[in-house]
């Protein structure tokens, strides 16, 4: 029996989500007008949110690294965040090195040939864009290691990246990573040949406002206070001492926002059919031409298909529980 072959190719664009919810809503093509398929665009978009505040989404899960400023205990996370999952607190030996700066890059010419695992380097002015990591083995000829995504870096902060495979360098080179390459002021690069990573424990409200001396400085007892403002906002205790080292984040973000009707909605594929169910079940209450009856079939198949979309969201581990049980004293 011949196959296709392939494996997760297809592609179900949103115009064609849209299309099928309206079908199930049995919404003919000729009442789905603009206005329509307007407002079954923004409900996606209040689907795709929703999805966000019900439970763990795998997919959604992001690593950032987070550079440090001295004598600074708050720092905010990316936009989208629900939630903090993990923060380790890293702490890096960098190589020694010369730097030397450009209009365009920064290079740091590392004095012994060190195996390089993560870079930091700084900005004069912040930078929206992507940024090109390039290292060399000879300190004349450098080849591109990484490069991120568009994002915003800072400035006056150590932006950390991590290298896809940790090897030998002689000199690191950062720059701009767009097409084509735009000015960027480097002031400076570290190299971090080793990294001491210390596991925090979140603290809720309670514990953190019942500190004595908030504003004590040193290196970070493992604890951290996480709050859900519009811009989450995590303060750490005791504050920081030193810029150089950061933390990395692992954060529960919502997905990524409905684009066009012709890009692709941030889920995977197992969640295709549920999302279109979901979606059905939200334009029987916007559409007055949707029989009821019909309207109880889709909010049943809606839940249906939310219950084993969700039931799959697991990464199949074990859980193990370990009591910690104590005498207690007077």
């Known amino acids: 029996m011949a196959t296709s072959g392939t494996v997760g190719r297809t592609v179900i664009d949103t115009a064609a989500i849209i299309e099928h919810a309206f079908r199930r809503c049995r919404v003919s093509p000729s009442a789905q007008t603009p206005e329509n398929v307007q407002m079954a665009q923004q409900n ?3 689907l795709m949110l929703d999805i966000g505040n019900r439970g763990l989404n795998l997919w ?5 690294l987070v550079g440090l400023t001295e004598n600074q205990s708050s720092y905010a996370m990316p936009t989208g965040t629900l939630d903090v999952l993990n923060i380790i607190y890293s702490q ?4 020694d090195g010369t730097f030397t700066q450009t209009s365009t890059n920064g290079t740091t010419i590392i ?16 930078y929206t864009g992507k940024i090109a990591i390039q290292g060399s083995t000879d300190s004349v000829t450098f080849t591109t290691l990484t490069t991120t995504a568009n994002t915003t870096f800072s400035s006056g902060i150590y932006n950390w990246i991590d290298l896809p495979v940790a ?3 002689t000199g690191i080179r950062v720059l701009s990573g767009d097409s084509p390459v735009l000015p960027i002021t480097v002031t400076d690069i570290k190299v971090a040949t080793s990294i001491y990573d210390l596991p925090c424990t ?14 004590q400085t040193g290196r970070p007892s493992t604890n951290y206070f996480f709050e859900k403002k519009l811009i989450p906002v995590v303060t750490l205790w005791p504050i920081p001492d030193n810029s150089l ?5 692992f954060i529960h973000r919502q997905p990524q926002d409905v684009g066009s009707l012709v890009q692709q909605i941030e889920i995977p594929q197992r969640w295709l059919d549920g999302i279109i169910w979901l979606l059905a079940a939200r334009l029987c209450f916007e559409l007055p031409s949707v029989d009821p009856i019909l309207m109880q079939m889709i909010l049943s198949m809606a839940d249906r298909q939310e219950l084993e979309a969700e039931q799959s969201e697991t990464d199949g581990l074990p859980i193990y529980l370990q009591p910690n049980i104590g005498c207690y004293s007077r």
């Open 44 to 46: 996606l978009y209040f």
């Open 60 to 64: 959604a899960v992001d690593k950032t």
């Open 92 to 95: 890096p030996t960098c190589a």
């Open 111 to 126: 004095s012994n040939s060190a195996s390089a695992k993560r870079v930091g380097f700084t900005l004069g002015t912040s």
């Open 167 to 169: 090897s030998a360098y």
């Open 202 to 215: 979140p603290w809720n409200r309670d514990t953190y406002s019942a500190l004595n001396n908030k504003f």
């Open 245 to 249: 080292d950061h933390i990395y984040t």
